[in-house]
């Protein structure tokens, strides 16, 4: 909302300065945007008069002028301005002087040989207009020497504050003056309502649309003459950036600014009878003032006659019935419209309007008469007429509303005190009346504030008025003792799977929750589409954290990366049953690149493979709080991990057969191919750790369970299988970790080898084998025992001893 | 023999031995304390001379094995120590060559700032709560006090699903943090005291704005909460988390539809080698005012929305940007840098595992 300083001292009697005025603004909740002095540029420029006008010794074109801007010594100046002549008096700007228009800055030159200090000046050099034809021409009296932004009135400093949406009343001048004057920074000088003489009867209008438009106030002025708007009025409306359009269109716009009253006239030649404001007609069609065709719906209010629609009621007039310079007779509309109706119109149409904002807001439904008075007066003077009587169909809503208060809620909710006293001359000076005879008060609230109902609306007065800076620092009580630990069992499980990936060398990143159907489609494809994306790109939201990551990692391959080691930790996006939103904390990790590049020891690069990234997911998950003694390795299946594995490659970690906790392993070559991966960066590893699929623990006792170490050494021995190649490791593994539970404490492969000496179809598998005695050391029969279970053991999964 | 001639014998053995090898000095030994040696030999005699010559010639003759004995000890030790210091010369290796490089992880400063939230609001009695980001109409606006015809509702730029869930209501991807608010009030008694970081978004993009971004919501809810200790608790955090004493705040009158007083809060800034620097004089040379947060006490109906009596129960509720309270402290000018995976900015901007923000080691890394 944008105002001058003198419009806005046509309501405030004040002698606060420019800044103890947009200080005080802000503090009072209409923050300062921006204040721009239009004097401040044209300052340095003068009115001078041309003492000598001569010709130019080598142009014919050019004049040489001795110019007097009261500073005593006359300037030789050189001009081609067609009217610069002797007595001229203009605006010149001497030496040194920054020229707005052509932006440059003056400085003493040589024309064609002969010495030329300063300019006298076009409006269009100043930047006031596009006359350019010759320099600007004063009244002969004008004073030499004087500022020209003084005598030209431009001094007025342009104010814009932004009005927050509750704030209906400071859509126009005189609302912010209040609020100023309630502030105690001047006095709100009365609005005078001019009293204009009406003949005739009223315009034939009504409303049939008691909701949309419960009051529809009108009068008509026959006999205008539609000129242009005087220039004061003109240089209001420039200055905060509304185009003069005529006298009549620039009245409404006025009494808007000036008043929050928003207006319409219509030119009578253009209507059919009377006009109504009804519901539109589904598929109604009107060309609106800014050129473009709406179509309406039943939901819609607008005004019309009986021949077509004339205006989106409250929003924008049509182009058809739109005021012009050879309009006689006009009918002014002053109405109420709804303004939860106005919004969704608005919203539905996408159209924004000055009228809109204010009825959106609210208008003051008090002030039909009043603004109609108004308006009636303006055409009248400016543009002559006869005004005849107001129609008034409707009521608008102009129940008082009152709020009982105790002004002890001030303390309590806003936390600073206030004196009853200061609180009810604060309200009173807002418009409110105050009955303060017993406690509570009834506090009645102005037509104007739609958006006070209750005592907090008051408390939100009296403290923006007193000054929120004003109110005290109050710590919170603090409970006794040290803070107790807050962060839930799911929280700590995340930040020590973090802090683990970045401990073990991976970068964390942060992708979008939403990709592209495109990369949402290997992996199953998204539940949630949104209907308003801003792009392709960012439209599904993900069904894995894998799309994301690999979209950035093939960016840093491509920005030259030689190894890429990325992770993210946040969520999955499904649907529930009952339509909401099922949301699954996940970690990805994606491997790409060289794992190890080329060095003096390993000689070649070396690339990831899909057991580099199994040994990041048993690391996480064993951060994560997953059993990792209970965990079991699955090949591909209907659980997992999917398609966009390479099905030879890939496994997932499971707790039983359909608790999938993680899927890992390379990336099949077709998604790697869709993700704009090229044989030459290798294969691609990820993995995706599902943390919602672990039971986490509450915050247990932290005593520790009761270990001694054994007192006897462990010993190793070492078993060579021979087995059928598909055999999986791991089945081995825990069959010969079975065989003796008692006594083996582990088992480990240290070596797979098939080749020379293996039969082919076999595989030679060579375990570790770890045997901690308990109570004695093992004799070599109980070792020997053992030894035995464990052939036996391999031997149930078809592995030979190896001799 | 004569006392001259064990004299002469020692002497000529040290001889050997300081020229001897390994070889030669165990020839020596052999040949003068072996069984069979010399020296040895000599030792035998005592046995049979007489108690005046033994006194004479024992000392002599012990007195050379020990010279001889200590003499081929030291050659050997020496004569070791040059072979050990010569293998060991043939042994060297350039260190200057490099090490095995071992990759360097990073924690999102996204991560990192929400950690630190948390520790400085634990200290202040607050856990951290969390809610859906695909969130009902009804959580994201109506229950904050903005129904359907709010203006505000259209001004949050919301990303809208066409689907409804069972109960009707539209879904949509949540504006802001604050639906965590009103699921916090319904699940929990007062008193209540969270804070809740977490994704949002908007259809906005341009170098200040991505679709999606990080907020972090604040609320207390208690019996005696004014806006004093709304006021108190900003200062103490924003202190706190910038690690400055010399930060000021300035609040300002404003409107959210769920709080009611609202303010919202600017913090002083001066700038320092051209960038802005939380803290300092606002009102100096090179100083001024910017907006880091909304603020305000919770709005009596969305309290009433909650199932709760706002007459026994109120507080008060703030919100603001994590990628921006990022920025501003750790000097990143691009928001959009945040979400591009740029392992360059990640080694620069991130932070090591190590950097876990405590109270005792400071909450900045």
Redesign the interface.
Known sequence: MKFTLSWLKEHLDTDASLTEITDRL????L?LEGVENPADVLRPFKVARVIEAGPHPNADKLRLLKVDDGSGTPWQVVCGAPNARQGLVGVFGPPGTYVPGPAFTLKPAKIRDVESFGMMCSYRELEMGEDHDGIIELPEDAPVGTSFADYAGLDDPVIDVSV????QDCMGVRGIARDLAASGIGTLRPLVIADVPRSGAGPDVRTDDADGCPAFYGCTVKGVTNGAAPDWMQARLKAVGQKPISALVDITNYVMLDLGRPLHVYDMATLSGGLVARKAKEGEEVLALNGKTYTLDASMTVIADSAQVHDIGGIMGGEHSGVAETTTDVLIECAYFD???I??TG?KLMLTSDARQRF??GVDPAFLDDGLAIATAYVTQLCGGTASEITRAGTPPVEARTVSYDPAYC??????DVSATDQQAILERLGFAVDSGETPWTITVPSWRRDVS?K??I??EV??ITG??A??????P??PGV??????PA?LQE?RV?????????????????ISDKEAAPFGGGD???????SED?KV?RPSLLP??L???K??LD?G?G????FE???R?F?AE????L?RATLGIVLAGDKLSR???SGKAQAFTAHDVKAEVLALLDAAGAPAAKLMDFAPDAAGPGGHYHPGQAATLRLGPKNVLAAYGTLHPSTAKAFGFKPVHGAVMVAELFLDGIALKPRGSAMREAYAPPALQAVTRDFAFLVDAKLAAGDLVRAVKGADKKHITDARVFDSFAGQGVPEGKLSLALEVTLQPVDKSFADDELKAIADAIVKAAGKLGAELRG | MTVADVEQLQQDYLAQIASADLAGLEEIRIAALGKQGVISGLLKTLGAMSAEERQEQGPRINGAREAVTSAIAARKDALESEVLNARLAAEAIDLTLPAAASPQGSVHPVAQVMDELAEIFADLGFAVATGPEIESGWYNFTALNMPETHPARAMHDTFYFPDRNAAGEEMLLRTHTSPVQIRTMMAQKPPIRIIAPGRTYRSDSDATHTPMFHQVEGLVIDKGITMAHLKWTLETFVKAFFERDDIVLRLRPSYFPFTEPSAEVDVGFTVEKGKRVIGGDPTGPNGGWMEILGSGMVNRKVIEHCGLDPDEWQGFAFGCGIDRLAMLKYGMDDLRAFFDGDLRWLKHYGFSSLDVPTLSGGVGA
């Open positions: 802000t503090a009072i909740g923050e927050t949406p509750n704030k303004p939860e109706q919004a969704r919203q959106e807001r303390a309590a909710l806003g936390g600073i209750g907090a609306d408390v939100e403290v923006r929120i800076d109110i005290p620092s109050t710590p919170l603090r409970l803070a107790k630990p807050t962060a839930s929280q930040r973090r802090r683990l990936a970045a401990a073990r060398g991976l970068n964390e990143a942060v992708n979008w929750s939403f949630w589409t949104l209907a308003n994306p801003i960012l939201m994301g990551l979209s950035a990692a960016r840093n920005r990366a190894s890429v080691r990325l930790v946040g969520r996006y649907k009952d339509g909401t939103s949301e060095d003096w020891r």
